[in-house]
């Protein structure tokens, strides 16, 4: 080399060393700061503690739940229950589930994550701060569901996220999209439906709103978690075609459709594996064959071995314990996890936090726009209410309707939502009585200071309720004997009835009476008052304000009308009455069955699982949440969850799955199909027109009936839905609805993948799953293989299912 380019390439070296080089790795006096851009060295620049830390979040603040002696429980050392936390939350956002572990020297700052479904749950005040920092409760997941209107859900969420972007938090935690199992699930209230497809396209929409705001989401709990009873140790055997098509496939369509920053584990396990611990839910299914790029974090304190956790792809322990910072640490030093995976966590962990506000620096206000938020749930609420019963076009109200007498408990104390981490500190809820108020009606005052005495009485001779967690256990309802049914009726125009139900996690419903069955005194409640008022021509209305379904068969006979409110966010009193007016037409339609007895579900027999028999203590009550007992279900209910058993099996239902009324009616045009064969995508068109008096909107659902030559199948499975606009009377709207090779597959476990056979398939246009109203069919040549997937979660035994009847 001559000495000019020995000079040439000298001075090539000192600039790439002066100027180069630090910007890649960082110089030794400035280490690399966290950016999108640098995820890769900030990696290489951290020790192995602080991966360590990094992988293990801290913790929440979390007051025990006492004994009768008023003495926290104790946990012992083996209880999934993991106390203490590293950290506490205080520091940041007050109230939040938990925060991450923050490296100032590489930019890496804490991220909050906060629950949950129904809006961002935090504490509303603080020491020694007089400001307030109340978040808006917006509707359950029911409710939300029962819309069928995505662009809906999207603008909840976007509202939702808003609140997350400016308290100062990062994730939020949901939205929850388990299935709808069992009605006793204690938790389907933060649930959507029976239906994957609805599931998954509403949970889509949610995070589309959400995460619009540049905050990011959790869904969860994935994946199986259907009850709650021993929710920490139970296994759930289920095949893998049930998995695929019910159990999973809602999280599929979430995750390939709106991309969720996070994923939540669940707390069971399944066949045999806790989900938090399972490579082949974590990686095989959601990154190899879905193609997730964000992180997984466990539920709070779920799984129990820390370096399978790391090692199945779950990035985030969630709140952690010093002793699993500790675990990892040792694990990689003795070499049972290999650094490479763990750096694999935290490159994906930092990916999504250089994502997320804190790391960006965001300034945010700690004042959202709440009352703008109060407009979306108010509104939100009322399109997921559902008309069950209408006889006599008992709603809307007429006009002659000036005064109300309110029955029932829960017209005076509304359930916003339900309990536990899917509660939401709200400023204010609007009781039923006040919304009917608010629209010009007059409430009974002597009725209302009669249920104001009661409650107070009954309140003042309980004890305080020894854990947040579980809400307050409800007021048994008051008797209403015949004199006080006849002199309301003889002094008011209608009778409102609101019957309440409520539950949440950590523990699931019951089939006793006052919870899945009306109490006595609900049913002669009901009974009384029906008599009296029709004795005098006038109507009474029943509204169900509830999480999840209950039995309606052997009462709905005796009430005018029944409307199921859900439970409708802090506005649900204004929202009800909105309906009841007309101001809103109801359009919502179930996503979940009302079955006759629950003795028809056909996991009834098996729910929540049996337990298995264990030489630990097995306490009753309360302490029964830290020491669940080890358990187990097995799905023998295979892919017939919901109305794809009840119309396979021809059980009768009380309310089928898509039903709801309206003050209007519709017509439907007959179908279109776009060709009689098809070939890669089949479209479907119709047109609806309000046939009726007033303006309403229409939920339309197309369900599919496959040839089942190959594969067991169910009668027919819904590929698709839509709601119209507005239409005022007279007016039409054409829907259309597209079918790709997926809708009409169904999982093959033998070969792990996706199947469209061969043969004529039958296209129901309906206004409910059993009331439909088009039909057509068009045909598939020959056998699709649609999709392959990975081999996994294959049960340890096999599971005998459900097979449908033979087919006429
Ligand atoms: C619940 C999760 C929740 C978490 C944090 C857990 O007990 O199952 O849904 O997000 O707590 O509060």
Partial sequence: MNTKRRRSEKIRKQVFLACVLPLVVGSAAEPPKLSPASIKQVLAAMSLEEKAALVVGDGMWFQLPTDEKGEP???????PFKMPVVGETHKLVLGSAGTTYEVPRLGITSSVLADGPAGLRI?????????????????????????????LVGRVGQAMGNEVLEYGADILLGPGMNIHRNPLCGRNFEYYSEDPLVAGRTAAAMLGGIQSQGVGTSIKHFAGNNAETNRNSLNVNVSERALREIYLEGFRIAVQSAKPWTVMSSYNKLNGTYSSESHDLLTKVLRDD??????????????????????????LIMPGTPQQREAILKAVKEGQLDVRVLDQNVERFLNTLAQGPRAKGYKYSNQPDLKAHGEVTRQAATEGMVLLKNAGAALPLSKEIKRIAAFGNTSYKIITGGTGSGDVNKAYSVPLVDGLQNVGWTVNEDLKALYGNYTKLVKGGRTKSQFWFLGEPPIAELEINKDLAEGMAASSDVAIITLGRNSGEGSDRTNVEGDFKLSAAEQRMIQQVSAAYHAKQKKVIVVLNVGGTLETASWRDLPDAILLAWQGGQET???IADVLSGKVNPSGKLATTFVIKYEDVPSAKTFPGKELPSDKPRPEGLARLMFPQPAEDTYTDGIYVGYRYYDTFNVPTAYEF???LSYTTFEYSPLKLASPRFSG????????????????KEVVQLYLSAPAAKLDKPAKELKGFAKTRLLAPGESQTLSFTLDARSLASFDPVSSTWIAEAGTYAVQIAASSKDIRQHGSFTLGRELVVKKESVALVPKTPITELKAPARP
């Fill in 73 to 79: 429980i104790k946990i012992p050392a083996d209880s």
């Fill in 658 to 660: 898509g039903y709801g």
């Fill in 573 to 575: 009193g204004n929202s």
């Fill in 290 to 315: 879905w193609g997730f790029k964000g992180y997984v974090m466990t539920d709070w304190g779920g799984g129990t071995d820390i370096v399978a956790q790391m090692k199945a792809g779950n990035d």
């Fill in 123 to 151: 504490s509303s005040t603080r020491p020694k701060d007089p400001k307030t920092y109340y978040c808006t409760a917006f509707p359950v997941a029911t409710l939300l569901a029962s819309t069928w209107d995505t662009e």
């Fill in 681 to 696: 995508q089949e479209t479907v068109t119709v047109e609806i027109k309000n046939t009726g008096s007033v303006p309403g």
